[in-house]
């Protein structure tokens, strides 16, 4: 196993804080969506297509722009440091969720997927990559940062089953209309705010007296510059190109399956946000003791590529399963 010291361990236990209480506040939410959603777009029907497209709508929408929001959010976070757009991109979760605690009518729901799909445009695996970013400036050893990447990864999933548990058994009134969901999210920048220390050092530039408009273009050049280095690296290496091709079909399977998956089992089983999150916390549960055990010991005996192709295909089989279950010709009982 490996040791840290104490400095290392007192700033990730900062931000492992702040992370999971994120997330949890994310999850708790999920399986309540599904029945706000549905009662305000499709009241008194178990099944509503309308909701299905939106999700699907938004997911596509997000994926399509992460192309290009991640990688500028990787240098701004070089550029401007970690702490600042940690605080960024957590914040911005606050304001949809918001609004569903204030009404929750079809126009504030379809007010909801629009706020949503701009919010996820700048969060939506953006959170993980700069606290990545940060673990790595934080922890020098090589040898170490795989087994803090799965600690993050474990807690993640912890997270989850925390959240999944809190659907479980709080009623689904007290997770939007008492704000518990939202306070939880604003605890996290708050948090950030006054405990996370910033790991980038940045470099005084000075001073230039110029027109607004030359110091936008300016700005511009820069910024494409930057990203247009930035792709000549992933193109002009093998094992990035590889990397980013991998990530591309990995997180057009998964988001395709995870944005209807449970509007499904509403519609076919008739679940409600209980059985979800019980479903939920499951999968979680599963993905604990993989994340946190497994991962750590098998890392030093057979590597991260090894590792990597496991996952994989776990997730193919997971892909193939789920569409042998929602196919047309096998009957749901």
């Not at 399509?64 to 911005?92: C, H, N, W």
């Not at 606290?131 to 795989?146: F, H, M, N, Q």
Request: proline share 3%; glycine share 6%.
């Amino acid at each position: 196993w490996v040791v840290l010291n104490m400095k290392e361990l007192r700033t990730l236990v900062n931000l492992f804080l702040a992370l999971c209480t994120h997330w949890v506040a994310e999850e708790m939410t999920i399986a309540v969506l599904v029945d706000v959603t549905t009662s305000a777009l499709c009241p008194g029907q178990n099944t509503c297509p309308e909701a299905i497209y939106l999700n699907g709508i938004q997911q596509t929408v997000v994926g399509i722009f992460k192309m290009v929001i991640l990688p500028l959010m990787g240098q701004l976070a070089d550029e401007y440091g970690r702490k600042p757009l940690l605080l960024l991109t957590i914040s911005t979760t606050i304001v949809p969720f918001a609004l569903l605690a204030i009404d929750q009518s079809r126009g504030s729901v379809y007010a909801y997927y629009i706020i949503r799909t701009f919010c996820n445009i700048l969060s939506k695996g953006s959170i993980f990559t700069i606290s990545i970013i940060y673990a790595a400036d934080l922890v020098e050893d090589g040898s170490k940062r795989a087994t803090v990447f799965s600690w993050m990864s474990g807690l993640m999933s912890a997270a989850q089953v925390i959240g999944d548990l809190a659907a479980r058994f709080v009623p689904s009134k007290y997770i939007f209309e008492a704000c518990v969901s939202i306070a939880l999210l604003i605890f996290g920048p708050i948090y950030i705010s006054l405990f996370l220390k910033e790991t980038v050092v940045r470099n005084e530039q000075p001073v230039q007296h110029l027109p607004l408009w030359r110091k936008v273009l300016q700005a511009v050049q820069t910024r494409y510059c930057s990203m247009k280095n930035a792709v000549n690296i992933v193109t002009e290496s093998s094992i990035l190109k590889c990397i980013s091709l991998v990530s591309f079909f990995y997180e057009l399977g998964t988001s395709a399956i995870n944005s209807v998956l449970m509007y499904y089992l509403k519609s076919v089983f008739g679940f409600n946000k209980n059985q979800l999150s019980e479903l939920s916390m499951m999968v979680g549960l599963g993905s604990i003791f993989s994340q946190l055990v497994v991962l750590p010991l098998l890392n030093p005996l057979v590597g991260e590529k090894v590792i990597l192709c496991i996952a994989l295909l776990a997730a193919i089989a997971n892909g193939l399963l789920c569409g042998l279950a929602w196919a047309s010709w096998v009957s749901n009982l």
